[in-house]
């Protein structure tokens, strides 16, 4: 079984652009959660979504965003990208949501620099 | 809110030495725990949970039980290998199906040969 992947792997951008990231999520699993990872503030959770609806958010501003499609797919988008939003953003998938002990499979993340 | 404390690395074993590192957690309800290991380069994979006080969860030699009367997951392994040079962390899952992951802070290994 395929297992989550995430695109593009490394991203550069300038300030003041946009971005959208795609996740892949192991076949059948239907929540899709987004975390930051950063050195400074470690893995901070962003959305999850299942079955096309954002389930929870957690404390990021309006820049970023995100959906689910109905194959599960999901993407972010952030918008008017700041120097401090350059992280490695991990996408991870589950059959049910992670509140539930559900196993979370995690893609390799996606590099983005912001310049 | 739920929060997860770990200790700082990194740590740093020689092969075959004993391993602990230590977690603590703050939430309500009766939450999962989990530890997670990353590789260079990679995202995070499970390494072993436990859903309940006094569980024990374990995987490839390595264990940590939930503690409730302490508030603690610490993960021990009693012999480390260079293979396992990585970054773990601690995380805790709240007990509904629209809750999140916490996660620590992550605690870098560093085992040397």
């Known amino acids: 079984k395929a297992g989550v992947t995430q695109t593009p792997r490394y991203l550069i951008k300038t300030r003041g652009q946009q971005v959208t990231l795609s996740c892949s999520p192991i076949?059948?699993?239907?929540?899709v959660s987004w975390y930051q990872q950063t050195p400074g503030q470690g893995l901070q959770f962003l959305f999850e979504y299942f079955s096309e609806t954002q389930r929870n958010k957690g404390n990021f501003p309006g820049r970023f965003s995100g959906r689910q499609f109905s194959n599960s797919r999901s993407e972010m988008n952030v918008s008017t990208l700041e120097l401090g939003d350059s992280a490695l953003y991990l996408c991870a998938s589950s059959l049910v949501g992670p509140g539930t002990a559900d196993e979370q499979y995690f893609g390799p993340g996606t590099r983005l620099t912001v310049t | 809110g739920d929060s997860v404390t770990q200790m700082e690395g990194p740590v740093t074993l020689s092969e075959e030495a004993f391993l602990t590192i230590n977690c603590t957690y703050t939430a309500t309800g009766y939450p999962s725990l989990f530890w997670y290991v990353q590789y260079p380069g990679e995202g995070l994979q499970l390494l072993l949970k436990?859903?309940?006080?006094?569980d024990k969860g374990s995987n490839k030699g390595f264990e940590a039980t939930y503690r409730k009367e302490t508030t603690s997951f610490h993960l021990e392994k009693g012999s480390v290998q260079v293979s396992d040079s990585a970054v773990y962390f601690c995380?805790?899952?709240?007990?509904?199906?629209?809750?999140?992951?916490?996660f620590g802070k992550g605690t870098m290994l560093l085992v040397s040969p």
């Open positions: 436990a859903t309940k006080a006094d």
């Open positions: 076949s059948g699993h239907r929540s």
């Open positions: 995380a805790l899952g709240g007990d509904s199906g629209y809750s999140t992951l916490t």
